[in-house]
């Protein structure tokens, strides 16, 4: 089915369905009525059709990401499915700037602007009843615009926190960590690993009529009713350090950042942390002992962040292989003790691979699910972060406090086979 794109005409435009009333009232947030952003397209553009075709192959293989990608001679699409990227068929070379502009245009971007990146924003409805959102970034590259449009309704409707993969064990020990009344915690890995995805899960679980819940984000892409989202505008002088100091002063109980970059964002969030207020926040580090040394390398003294920290979990996403598809790769003892397996977890299963069939695109994997280090901070954890202590030391205590790493965490997915060995290694190569 094809977006519906109305052609100018003089006669009056018929009354709406109720149907139809219902698609444009959505739509009024962050984009004009569809049918009125162009008059001059009509259904049978070609770089329309192809623009339509495209979004329904990415909303039918549930990609997160499109990527347009310019060259000397043509262009590519591809899509980014459980995050790896896979290339669509090659498009006709002729409508590469057609197809560019379509896109700038209902994203609301200056289509005579070529020289900047621009940030762009659409809402369109790839089938009836199904309206989706979009958000476009352009970049200027030696052969014309790149576009890269992330699919924010490929987002798990799921925002509890079994959605996120954690082991019982973990699981306790968050859910006592979120339910505390103040203190600083702290979600951590690389961009595309579902902090932010976390963070909204813990934020679901505290969304309710007793308390005032509000975040700050860069952009904020999940839309949860009942807390208050403000999106960082720094040309506009609306920092995450200019919005944490409002919240003080709007009686928050739990503040959400969707990163801490700077010194003087650290520092307004921990003494937040100090005062009364449970945050919520992220950083990029390997693993969660890295995290204090990286907010002490930010500029928190330490005798301030061993008050305000309460937990930090670091996280990847593995790909789960597909079930109708898998197929058995045994491995050598050897192969499975150099990974990281204990001698006695070697007997009584064997690893999966992946295959390959319809149901998963050939690509042998259909979705992800997330792997967890959990690291509690306990007294004598503190007592290091006083000392300034390093991340070695850190981790050496929390192995003793029976905090696993990533590793372990990938390890246990390998053997209860929703995910192969090589997957596991891939994503926990540098814990």
């Excluded at 259904?43 to 000397?72: G, M």
């Excluded at 089938?127 to 992330?150: I, M, Q």
């Excluded at 010194?263 to 207020?277: F, L, M, S, W, Y």
């Excluded at 045994?330 to 069939?357: I, K, M, N, T, V």
């Amino acid at each position: 089915m094809q977006a519906s794109f109305q052609p100018a005409a003089a006669s009056p435009r018929p009354v709406a369905s109720a149907h139809e009333s219902a698609v444009r009232a959505k739509l009024k947030p962050f984009a004009p009525d569809l049918s009125a952003a162009n008059p001059a397209d009509t259904d049978n553009a070609p770089a329309v059709r192809l623009l339509t075709d495209t979004l329904q192959e990415a909303t039918r293989r549930n990609a997160s990401d499109l990527h347009i990608e310019p060259a000397e001679h043509g262009w590519r699409v591809r899509l980014r499915i459980d995050g790896v990227l896979h290339e669509m068929p090659p498009p006709p070379a002729h409508l590469r700037d057609a197809f560019i502009t379509r896109v700038k245009v209902l994203a609301r971007m200056d289509i005579a602007e070529r020289r900047v990146p621009q940030d762009g924003r659409l809402r369109i409805s790839t089938s009836p009843g199904r309206v989706e959102d979009y958000r476009v970034n352009s970049l200027p590259t030696l052969f014309g615009e790149k576009l890269v449009l992330r699919r924010l309704d490929a987002l798990p409707a799921d925002l509890s926190l079994d959605s996120l993969g954690l082991d019982p064990h973990q699981r306790k020990t968050v859910d006592a960590a979120i339910r505390a009344p103040h203190g600083l915690m702290l979600v951590t890995g690389p961009t595309g690993s579902g902090k932010t995805l976390s963070l909204y899960c813990f934020l679901n679980l505290l969304n309710g009529e007793a308390r005032n819940l509000c975040s700050v984000e860069d952009p904020a892409e999940i839309q949860l009713a009942g807390i208050n989202q403000v999106s960082v505008r720094e040309k506009a002088g609306l920092t995450f350090a200019v919005a944490l100091r409002a919240f003080l002063r709007q009686d928050p109980d739990v503040i959400m950042v969707g990163e801490i970059r700077d010194e003087e964002t650290a520092d307004v969030a921990v003494k937040a942390a100090q005062t009364g207020h449970l945050v919520l926040s992220t950083l990029h580090t390997n693993d969660a002992p890295a995290a204090v040394a990286r907010l002490i390398d930010i500029g928190v003294e330490p005798y301030n962040l061993a008050a305000a920290l309460r937990m930090v979990t670091a996280q990847r996403l593995v790909r789960r292989l597909c079930v109708a598809c898998r197929v058995p790769a045994p491995q050598s003892a050897a192969a499975l003790r150099a990974a990281g397996f204990s001698e006695h977890e070697l007997d009584g299963w064997q690893p999966y691979a992946a295959a390959g069939c319809a149901a998963c695109h050939g690509i042998g994997y259909r979705g992800r699910v997330g792997v967890h280090q959990v690291m509690p901070v306990s007294d004598a954890m503190r007592e290091l972060i006083v000392a300034s202590a390093g991340t070695h030391e850190l981790a050496r205590l929390a192995q003793t406090e029976q905090v696993g790493t990533l590793r372990d965490a990938a390890l246990t997915r390998v053997r209860d086979g929703t995910t192969s060995l090589a997957e596991a290694l891939a994503a926990t190569e540098v814990a």
